[in-house]
Every structure is written in structure tokens, then in C-alpha cells.
Nanobody
């Protein structure tokens, strides 16, 4: 299973970005997919996760601003990020936990700055 994250960049405070995570290789059902982020000097933290059945969870800091979704036909995970703040600056990673193991993408940098 390979994960390829994209969509990061530089955006001003209040702006929006949409991250994508394309999955290739062996497609595994009954998997949970998630976005994590890691800011400089901080631990990696869960941003949002979505289960195979559609159950969704968000970190308190992003509730109401970020939306996670997945397209099963395209094997792609998305993260729509609105009302971005400077403290959202981090490298964002996609992750999947499947019955055959856990896998990570390579990360995409999101920088929120004026």
C-alpha cells in the first residue's frame, strides 16, 4: 500500500487549501484513513480520521474548519481546510490502518503566513 499526499502550500491566514492522498498498490477494505500533522518541535498529532463505514473524528482545534472525506472509487482521501490559521502550519501526513498493517504517506507542507 502506497500513499501519496499533495496539495500543500503557502496560504494567508483565513485562506483555504485542499489536501489529497492517493492510495495505490494493494487496496484493503475495512481500513481507517486519517490525516496527521507535525509542526516544528512538536509531536505528530491526529487532525482527522474517517472509518470505512464513514465514522469521522476531528481534533478539537480543527472542528468546524476542516472536513475530511474519502472517495472509494478513486482510492483517495481528502482534507478540506478552511479559515486557516498560523498555528495550522505543519507537515501534513496521511495514514491508513488496515488489517494488514499501518502505512504512511510522505507528508506535504502547509504554511499559513501573511
Amino acid at each position: 500500500v502506497q500513499l501519496q499526499a499533495s496539495g500543500g502550500g503557502l496560504v494567508q491566514p483565513g485562506g483555504s487549501l485542499r489536501l489529497s492522498c492517493a492510495t495505490s498498490g494493494r487496496v484493503v477494505s475495512k481500513s481507517v484513513m486519517a490525516w496527521y500533522r507535525q509542526a516544528p518541535g512538536k509531536q505528530r498529532e491526529l487532525v482527522a480520521g474517517i472509518g470505512d463505514g464513514g465514522a469521522i473524528d476531528y481534533a478539537d482545534s480543527v472542528k468546524g474548519r476542516f472536513t475530511i472525506s474519502r472517495d472509494f472509487a478513486k482510492n483517495t482521501l481528502y482534507l478540506q481546510m478552511n479559515s486557516l490559521r498560523p498555528d495550522d502550519t505543519a507537515v501534513y501526513f496521511c495514514n491508513t490502518v488496515t488489517p494488514i498493517g499501518a502505512f504512511w504517506g510522505q507528508g506535504t507542507q502547509v504554511t499559513v503566513s501573511s
